[in-house]
């Protein structure tokens, strides 16, 4: 019981998009980024690659240091996001699921640091005629999820987050947790993500791009932004594939390459990552001539992203009132398996 259910929450997180949250950023525009399938259709201008900063060590040869510096650039980006105390963001989320593709909307909200930061995220799409929600909340003793998606009962499950600590040692990644879905609120948000993504990928040099927006009065307003691509570092393929390097031996719905498109301004958050996209090369069929397209896996955007100041702690609170309850505690120690803690 405690597995299939396990399961279906873990899914239940990755399988709905997102829905809004107030107002006011410097990449209001970043919807465009979400209209534009990629940089193969999106007007781009390459920049000249900057120091901005980061030293690479003169013992690598050129095409090592720049792989150097993209790695280098996801590990800050971590950091930076792990360091901020107060974040509110709208979402939007496209994933395939077993040949369906599942669209929404939502918001995502990050307060505090370390082991006592709090995370809010809630998720809307439409199945058929009637609307479906998630809602995560990491709170400081206890995470919260409820899934309301037709035609299912609602359904709310929770798990004892210092019971969780103390159970679990180490801090080593697994596969799923490089994918915005299942515990991903529950470990500690965007920067354990990010965090998960740099230590299971290893990223080329990055791509200075910029995106042509319209600002007020019709006026061009380019974006600056860097473009990142990792592929999986050779002993987590070898861990997800059972010993094999090839990625056609990946679980169906893991990919093979991500990439992520980082802030390339000063302005509000250096590094903030507005889009991570998640892609799976089907393997070459005998019959076919050339490798088939790649296919989009799932994309998460983040746009109107803000330091949100000092957020209502009722924001990470949750009443379950007169609702059933399903403790999933013991399921989540058992699998993780004492390999990552909540940070």
């Not at 280098?72 to 593709?101: C, K, M, N, P, W």
């Not at 599942?102 to 909200?109: E, H, K, N, R």
């Not at 860097?226 to 679980?251: C, D, F, I, M, Y």
């Not at 955007?301 to 990470?316: K, L, Q, T, W, Y």
Request: glycine residues 8%; aromatic residues 6%.
């Amino acid at each position: 019981m405690a597995d299939r259910e396990l399961a279906q929450a873990q899914w239940a997180a990755g399988a709905v998009r997102l829905s809004g949250y107030p107002k006011v950023c410097s990449a209001r525009h970043l919807v465009i980024l979400w209209q534009n399938q990629h940089d193969r259709q999106m007007k781009r201008s390459f920049a000249r690659l900057t120091a901005v900063g980061l030293l690479v060590a003169t013992l690598y040869s050129p095409a090592r240091g720049q792989e150097s510096r993209g790695q280098q650039f996801v590990a800050d980006a971590a950091r930076r996001l792990d360091s901020e105390t107060s974040i509110a963001a709208e979402l939007r989320y496209r994933a395939q699921a077993f040949g369906h593709q599942v669209l929404g909307t939502g918001s995502y909200l990050q307060s505090g640091a370390g082991m006592a930061r709090q995370l809010r995220l809630e998720l809307r799409m439409q199945v058929g005629d009637k609307p479906a929600t998630l809602q995560e909340i990491r709170g400081p003793e206890d995470y919260w999820m409820r899934r309301d998606v037709p035609p299912s009962e609602p359904t709310l499950r929770r798990v004892d987050l210092l019971q969780l600590r103390r159970a679990l040692r180490g801090d080593q990644p697994t596969g799923e947790e490089v994918l915005p879905r299942g515990a991903w609120i529950m470990l500690g948000g965007l920067p354990r993500l990010l965090a998960t993504l740099e230590q299971s990928f290893d990223f080329a040099a990055p791509r200075a791009e910029e995106v042509q927006l319209s600002g007020a009065g019709g006026q061009p307003n380019p974006l600056p932004i860097w473009v990142v691509e990792g592929h999986w570092k050779p002993a987590r393929l070898a861990a997800l594939t059972g010993g094999s390097q090839s990625t056609n031996n990946l679980p169906e719905q893991m990919p093979d390459r991500v990439e992520i498109v980082l802030d390339r301004s000063d302005k509000i958050l250096p590094l903030f990552p507005y889009r991570i996209s998640y892609w799976r090369t089907p393997p070459k069929k005998k019959s076919e001539r050339t490798a088939p397209p790649a296919l989009e896996l799932l994309t998460l955007e983040m746009f109107n992203v803000r330091r949100a100041g000092a957020i209502d702690a009722r924001e990470f609170e949750y009443n379950p009132g007169d609702q059933e309850v399903l403790d999933l505690t013991t399921a989540y120690i058992q699998h993780l398996g004492g390999g990552k803690k909540p940070r």
